[in-house]
């Protein structure tokens, strides 16, 4: 049996269909290790593009604090940072802080003008309550929710340690994307399951699975240039899916012709 490097994996995973009855030979581990290590690559990627615009947010955020600190006060679930609204853009970050209204007391028509949607990450700060976006997600924390008084300086020393967050946010990153496509070949595999039905290829559920990790690379590329280049695509989850199963089809069309069921019984 031919044996394949990562790099020629990765390769013949987007170019060669022949490469898949390597991959549905192989061990079942060895899928999951060239998932592990796609995913410390363009999981990485991703994690380290996120951090840094994570850290852009923070240092503005602890510049600002450290220029109004004798302003600063968060007693009984209400925050006051000056007397005067603020409104920081940087690349794909948006700060925006107004401790003179509760959320609620905010003019609805105001808060629609920061079309929040264009950024990345934005951070709304209003007397109740801090409204993180981040990459579409959004958490709301209301300050009566929190049970405590904050000092300023405590703050600014927790905004100062970027580089600890811009690891552990990589990490996760890279742990994210790792679990994700794990799951995301077992849905592959079980759709398998009937297109290896329709065309008449009898391979178990585990070699399907072993192929579909493989059947995965073009997605994750695709998937990592979208996150970079901000580009918003409805539905792409989908799209993210129907792309690996068509691999997954024309691997399971090409097995057809050159592997024995007596074979496939053994391996899948």
């Known amino acids: 049996m031919e044996k394949l490097n990562i790099f020629q994996k990765f390769i ?17 581990a060895k899928g999951v290790l060239y998932i592990l290590l796609l995913s410390v690559i363009f999981g990485g990627i991703k994690g380290y593009d ?12 602890r510049t600002y604090l450290e220029e109004n ?6 007693e ?26 509760d959320y609620d007391q905010y003019d609805q028509n105001k808060l629609a003008q920061l079309n929040i949607e264009k950024y990345m990450t934005s951070t709304l700060i209003f007397r109740d309550r801090v409204i993180v976006n981040n990459n579409g997600k959004q958490t709301v924390q209301k300050f009566s929710e929190l049970g405590f008084n904050l000092d300023v300086n405590m703050i600014i020393n927790i905004l100062s340690a970027t580089t600890l967050v811009m690891i552990i946010l990589t990490i996760f990153t890279i742990i994210q994307v790792f679990i994700g496509n794990i799951l995301w070949a077992v849905v592959l595999a079980l759709a398998g399951l009937s297109a290896a039905y329709w065309f008449k290829v009898k391979i178990r559920f585990k070699g399907l699975y072993r192929i579909s990790l493989y059947a995965l690379t073009t997605s994750i590329i695709l998937d990592t240039i979208i996150f970079l280049t901000r580009v918003v695509i409805p539905f792409f989850d989908i799209i993210y899916i129907v792309i690996a199963f068509v691999y997954l089809i024309l691997a399971l069309k090409h097995i057809k012709e050159e592997v024995s069921e007596e074979e496939l019984f053994i391996i899948g």
Do not use: C, H, M, W
């Open 50 to 61: 996120l951090s840094r615009d994570v850290k852009i947010y923070f240092d503005n955020a």
């Open 12 to 28: 013949y995973s987007i170019t060669n269909i022949k490469g898949y009855l390597v991959f549905l030979r192989e061990k079942t």
């Open 76 to 101: 009984n679930g209400k925050l006051t940072i000056g007397t005067k609204p603020i409104l920081k853009e940087e690349q794909n970050t948006l700060l925006f802080i107004d401790t003179s209204y």
């Open 69 to 74: 600190k004798n302003n600063f006060k968060l």
